[in-house]
């Protein structure tokens, strides 16, 4: 489905846009579901939904999270629980184009939604993706989906171009914190660019380009988005993901393979963290936590 010039652009900054890729009709259906699920954390006072592989929340709270203001910031794997989101992530055009990418083998990994409502403090450090789930080679792409349309005033993602191709450690006096070193955080803001879009827009990224977003300062915009992993079907983990999916390893384009294939050079490893979600390993409080 790319060309060779997408193709090119995207070896060459570590990400590309796709605008419109996915349907008005589909991301209105993901947003029905989603609405769901805002609806019912209302009835819950801290993160919930232990059903998970690794037994962490599927529902992630933010801290002033309440019946009458749901700060429903994540939700893991929504793919376990929604038809709807495994036909957009198993089926269609979105496995085709990763493909077109690293494939063509390819697997699914994990997904995650990311919900930042309007006012709320909910931002994203920056970070590469690779650190969180090292595999035994590095071909990798993070699809991004807009369900909003999406600039610097609601919280936009921002990538950093050509990052891909930089190395930066995520471990800070020898503890995995899940960012890069906050000393770096003026650079990369400098070289960053915003992903600016609208609702069914598509951002495919490498898993080692650094990321971040700052938080919704909008009085009435909402910013959700859809983030989907995918490997290459020769990457084979080093260790248990730490967004683990029931849907882990299913092949969604080509076929299955015993055989891995390594990189050569070193990875940092990181150590399983009891957080439910990376908000927390970054330092942000959940809804019923009480501060250390």
Same mark, same amino acid.
């Given at each position: ?23 008005? +009709? ?5 947003? +029905? ?31 002033? &999270? ?28 979105? *496995? ?7 494939? *063509? ?24 993706? &690779? ?25 936009? +993602?921002?990538?950093? *171009? ?7 450690? &995520? ?39 650094? &990321? ?27 260790? *248990? ?52």
């Amino acid at each position: 489905m790319l060309s060779e010039i997408q193709t090119s652009e995207f070896k060459d900054r570590g990400y590309l846009m796709l605008p419109g890729l996915v349907s008005e +009709a589909v991301c209105k259906d993901l947003l +029905a579901q989603l609405d769901q699920w805002v609806q019912e954390s209302r009835s819950h006072q801290a993160n919930y939904g232990f059903d998970t592989p690794n037994g962490k929340a599927r529902f992630d709270l933010e801290k002033d &999270h309440s019946a009458t203001n749901p700060r429903l910031r994540r939700v893991a794997n929504p793919v376990d629980i929604s038809e709807v989101y495994q036909t957009l992530l198993f089926e269609g055009d979105l *496995p085709k184009v990763v493909a077109d990418l690293i494939g *063509p083998n390819v697997f699914f990994h994990h997904c995650k939604l990311n919900n930042k409502f309007p006012g709320t403090g909910t931002r994203v450090e920056y970070h590469a993706d &690779h650190p969180f789930d090292p595999h035994t080679n590095d071909d990798g792409i993070t699809v991004l989906l807009f369900l909003d349309d999406m600039d610097e005033g609601n919280g936009c +993602a921002r990538l950093v *171009p050509g990052s891909h191709r930089e190395r930066y450690t &995520h471990f800070h006096d020898g503890k995995f914190t899940g960012s890069t070193d906050p000393a770096l955080f003026d650079e990369f803001d400098g070289r960053a660019d915003s992903l600016v879009g609208k609702a069914g827009d598509v951002c495919l990224m490498d898993i080692w380009t650094l &990321h971040g977003g700052s938080s919704n300062q909008s009085l009435d915009r909402d910013r959700r988005m859809l983030i989907a992993d995918y490997r290459a079907a020769d990457a084979f983990a080093i260790m *248990p993901p730490v967004v683990p999916s029931r849907f882990y390893r299913r092949i969604v384009a080509g076929e299955p393979t015993h055989v891995a294939r390594l990189r050569e050079g070193t990875m940092e490893i990181l150590e399983p963290y009891p957080d439910d979600s990376f908000f927390g390993l970054q330092g942000q409080q959940a809804a019923g936590e009480t501060v250390q």
